[in-house]
């Protein structure tokens, strides 16, 4: 059975020393031990941004995709390779703004794969603009008087686009962070998880010790009830989405596999695609 140590390889991280990612690493290498995955059964795909460079620190399969396309590969995957535990991962600007498009469709379909954003307000990579969850006021290079676009809402754009399982963390607390991963991973549907991932080189206000101060625990509200969409919704609002745990998460809808008729059958990566000479003519007649 394997331990995260199997799933670590012998490439160095080059993110800046400091840097929420690296916990985020850690916790996805822990999860995928303790559910009892191997690096043979896991397929990690990410976008372009800081984030995006960790499908290539992990031991399992990988691909660093183009910007914002990480969940329409993701999903092509899964749907290639059922088999196959799939987890995409991005920063918000890949996940948020770029990959939106995607990211609600990933949700509303509801397909059978974990999606963990590191959540920074900035774009770190290209040395720090404003990204779409940056609050009023916030001064970057490209917003040197301070931006007047509110940030996006997304963990209640999820629950109003339908999202099964939507959790937040934080990267300094990596036990909890890992256990977020490993329920996401056993869900039977989409699991949306934002990481609030601290960038220390270039985001001077949403800073670890800000975090501390701000982020409210699930496990601290009375009465809390992660299977109560309304509940969910409302105690968002009430503290501006920053809170971390399980925010909701529904059991009952089938995933997107459940529904599609024939994905039972044989899997496409083990399916025989070969073809006849005549089948080939045929294909080719129809282009012409």
């Not at 990959?99 to 720090?128: C, E, P, S």
């Not at 990204?131 to 940030?151: D, I």
């Not at 990596?174 to 989409?190: M, P, R």
């Not at 409210?216 to 501006?240: K, P, V, W």
């Amino acid at each position: 059975m394997a331990t995260f140590k199997d799933f670590r390889n012998n490439v160095k991280p080059n993110w800046c020393p400091g840097c929420g990612d690296f916990s985020v690493q850690a916790a996805i290498q822990r999860a995928a031990a303790n559910v009892g995955l191997e690096p043979d059964n896991l397929a990690v795909i990410s976008g372009i941004g800081c984030s995006g460079r960790i499908s290539g620190y992990i031991k399992s399969y990988g691909l660093h995709g183009i910007h914002g396309r990480a969940l329409p590969i993701a999903q092509g995957v899964k749907m290639a390779n059922r088999d196959l535990t799939v987890i995409a991962s991005g920063g918000d600007g890949d996940g948020f703004a770029i990959g939106m498009g995607h990211t609600v469709h990933a949700i509303r379909r509801n397909i059978d794969i974990t999606y963990i954003v590191m959540d920074n307000q900035i774009y770190g990579l290209t040395k720090g603009q404003t990204s779409p969850r940056s609050e009023v006021g916030f001064k970057t290079k490209s917003t040197p008087q301070g931006s007047v676009e509110p940030a996006i809402g997304v963990m209640e754009l999820a629950l109003t686009a339908g999202a099964t399982f939507v959790a937040q963390s934080f990267s300094t607390d990596l036990k909890e962070l890992t256990s977020i991963i490993e329920e996401g991973i056993k869900h039977k549907g989409f699991s949306l998880i934002n990481v609030f991932s601290p960038c220390v080189t270039y985001n001077k206000v949403n800073t670890y010790d800000w975090f501390k101060e701000h982020l409210t625990s699930l496990s601290t509200i009375e009465g809390y009830d992660s299977s109560n969409r309304m509940m969910a919704m409302q105690t968002l609002m009430e503290h501006n989405g920053l809170v971390k745990g399980i925010i909701y998460q529904d059991k009952e809808k089938p995933s997107y596999q459940d529904l599609l008729h024939g994905y039972s059958k044989e899997a496409l990566a083990t399916a025989d695609l070969s073809i006849s000479e005549a089948q080939f003519n045929e294909l080719i007649a129809e282009f012409m």
